[in-house]
């Protein structure tokens, strides 16, 4: 057992459903992570915003890395003990004076998970800061309502569906600022969002979604990567890992899988299930 969380951090994340700052990697390892990102986006000639998305892992072994980062998985580990799929990962890119964000929402309503055990660690590549749009969570929000999500597809929402809750009470949201290398972690019943970036430097983060081994997917089959300890219960397939950056197979994959999750479909299959 490596768990890395005292006793009254495990609390608050158990009462409010969030909790930062957390340290993973140093400024210098995080802006290697930014070049890194920055040389796909080159060879991608596209936002990879576009691409990088439930599946961002299996583009590049260094983002399995990351997934991998032990200081990420004993904090997870504190959380949801030893056995620890990777269920997903995603990319939230915001460029210089960019006014997308992301609504408030529940990544339950979308994920098909039970129960809803599902942990995000948000990895800041650059500082996250209130200008630039760093998340912003509601507190105790997963241990209240299931909300419904109006769907607005609205092209500067950063979300697939642009999938909003409604009619909350912002003014009392936590934001959580990050220097680059650190981390947050949320409930996947926590709203959350973020606002526009008005400053002139990117707002660069990866989510990493994990869930212990037991969770089971109420969409039918579907795959996730073992990222520490065993799976004992063979709930889930195996994902692909990825050999080199941009390797065309997992890639192949990685599209197919964004497709089915924009379908409309699935999600209300997810509701269903919630
Ligand atoms: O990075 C953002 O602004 C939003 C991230 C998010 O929605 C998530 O990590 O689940």
Request: with cysteine; net charge negative.
């Amino acid at each position: 057992m490596s768990n890395s969380l005292s006793t009254e951090q495990i609390q608050h994340f158990e009462k409010q459903g969030y909790l930062y700052p957390l340290d993973a990697l140093t400024t210098g390892q995080a802006a290697d992570c930014l070049a890194k990102l920055e040389e796909m986006e080159t060879e991608l000639k596209t936002d990879p915003q576009k691409y990088l998305k439930i599946k961002a892992h299996l583009a590049a072994p260094w983002i399995v890395d990351l997934a991998c980062n032990p200081a990420i998985l004993d904090a997870v580990e504190s959380l949801i003990g030893p056995d620890i799929l990777l269920f997903g990962s995603s990319l939230f890119a915001k460029r210089e004076q960019d006014d997308r964000f992301v609504s408030w929402h529940q990544d339950s309503a979308y994920y098909g998970l039970d129960p809803h055990q599902e942990i995000t660690a948000w990895l800041a590549l650059t500082d996250a800061t209130p200008d630039n749009g760093c998340l912003n969570v509601l507190p105790g929000s997963h241990r209240g309502q299931d909300f419904d999500h109006d769907e607005t597809y609205d092209p500067k929402n950063l979300l697939s569906r642009g999938q909003t809750i409604r009619g909350l009470k912002e003014e009392d949201a936590v934001e959580m600022a990050l220097r680059a290398g650190q981390f947050s972690l949320h409930h996947e019943r926590t709203v959350h969002g973020s606002r526009g970036n008005h400053t002139d430097q990117r707002r660069v983060g990866i989510a990493f979604f994990y869930m212990p081994a037991h969770v089971v997917s109420t969409l039918g089959r579907r795959s996730a990567m073992l990222v520490r300890g065993e799976d004992r219960h063979g709930h889930w397939d195996s994902d692909p890992v990825p050999q080199r950056v941009l390797d065309e197979q997992c890639m192949a994959y990685l599209r197919q899988i964004w497709e089915s999750y924009q379908n409309p479909e699935v999600t209300k299959q997810a509701a269903k299930h919630a």
